[in-house]
């Protein structure tokens, strides 16, 4: 497998996952195009690449708006002369409970990940239906997208979005040969790092140690260098095929999310009244209740996380 001669976009890829992307997807030999809010950080990625021996240039602008996405196709256009691949991995978080959560906090998450990613999306699959080229969109969900999960209204929301968006878009732009695929990343990030359940994880990965097996085998966790290697795939040409999927991937795990399906049917002649909901209703929701929220395997003793300071 070979990226020689492509040009991808990656957003937020100043540091952690996104910077990950980026190396591989340079690694592979495709040229990049970094993006991060801050200059500096956006400098020392470009190095790191180059450096390597790799292509890359930096947009310093935030993700969200239709005048960052042009910004980020016309660099790849002026740097490199086109445009391949699209990975949208830009975000923020601001987590708390529903009934603390603030507007701000709520527009400002659904602003970077879902507008973030509508508007990135929308500029390259133009350039890339215009220019005759079979490119490769990857956004980035989450199981909390999947599942729900505590304290994350707001980027539930967003994360969902985006792969009800990545289901639409693979019918939309099936006829030009673009794919566009969601991939559901567990791995160490700034987010994980605050959850006890994966302390000992989260060290290890901080401290360039291995991971113990338990995090990558059980829980599917890893660390960002366990999800690169999916988004240079699915950039390539043996991607072809593969089109609408949310994959997850963390850690020794790889799996193919389903898409929502029914899991019971039931009819009532003449339609569902009250009466028929009283009777029948509750025997049927309550044997096909479906779970929310992540379910995580009990962490052995010596996993545990220490105890907070009194």
């Known amino acids: 497998m070979t990226l020689e001669g492509k040009v991808a976009i990656v957003t937020g890829s100043g540091r952690?996952?996104?910077?990950?992307?980026?190396?591989?997807?340079?690694?592979?030999?495709?040229s990049v195009v970094?993006?991060?809010?801050?200059?500096?950080?956006?400098?020392d990625a470009v190095a790191t690449i180059v450096d390597a021996g790799g292509r890359a240039t930096a947009v310093v602008a935030p993700v969200?708006?239709?005048?960052?996405?042009?910004?980020?196709v016309q660099a790849a256009v002026d740097e490199f002369g086109g445009l391949d691949i699209l990975v949208t991995n830009a975000?923020?978080?601001?987590?708390?409970?529903?009934?603390?959560?603030?507007?701000e906090d709520f527009d400002l998450v659904i602003n970077v990940h879902l507008r973030g990613t509508f508007t990135c999306v929308r500029e390259a699959a133009t350039y890339m239906r215009e220019n005759g080229v079979a490119g490769r969109?990857?956004?980035i969900g989450s199981p909390t997208g999947q599942r729900g999960n505590f304290g994350q209204t707001n980027y539930a929301a967003a994360k969902a979005g985006i792969v009800g968006m990545v289901r639409t878009w693979a019918l939309e732009l099936k006829k030009a040969g673009i794919t566009v695929n969601a991939i559901i990343p567990v791995a160490a990030t700034a987010m994980t790092a605050t959850v006890p359940y994966f302390h000992a994880a989260v060290e290890a990965d901080r401290n360039g140690e291995p991971m113990p097996e338990f995090f990558r085998?059980?829980?599917g966790f890893g660390g960002a260098g366990d999800v690169a290697p999916l988004v240079a795939y699915l950039a390539s040409d043996a991607a072809s095929a593969i089109t609408g999927q949310a994959i997850g991937v963390g850690g020794d795990r790889l799996q193919v999310w389903s898409h929502p399906e029914p899991v019971a049917t039931e009819y009532a002649d003449g339609g569902w009244k009250i009466e028929d909901l009283q009777t029948?209703?509750?025997?049927?929701?309550?044997?096909?209740?479906?779970?929310?929220?992540?379910?995580?395997?009990?962490?052995?003793?010596e996993l545990q996380p220490p105890a907070p300071a009194k």
């Open 64 to 72: 969200g708006s239709t005048e960052t996405a042009k910004a980020l």
């Open 280 to 301: 029948r209703g509750a025997e049927l929701f309550v044997a096909s209740i479906q779970p929310v929220g992540e379910k995580f395997a009990p962490l052995p003793d």
């Open 91 to 103: 975000g923020v978080l601001r987590d708390t409970v529903l009934w603390k959560m603030s507007d």
């Open 217 to 219: 085998k059980d829980v």
């Open 16 to 30: 952690g996952l996104g910077l990950a992307y980026a190396q591989e997807l340079a690694r592979n030999g495709a």
């Open 137 to 139: 969109i990857i956004t």
């Open 34 to 43: 970094i993006n991060d809010v801050d200059a500096q950080t956006a400098a």
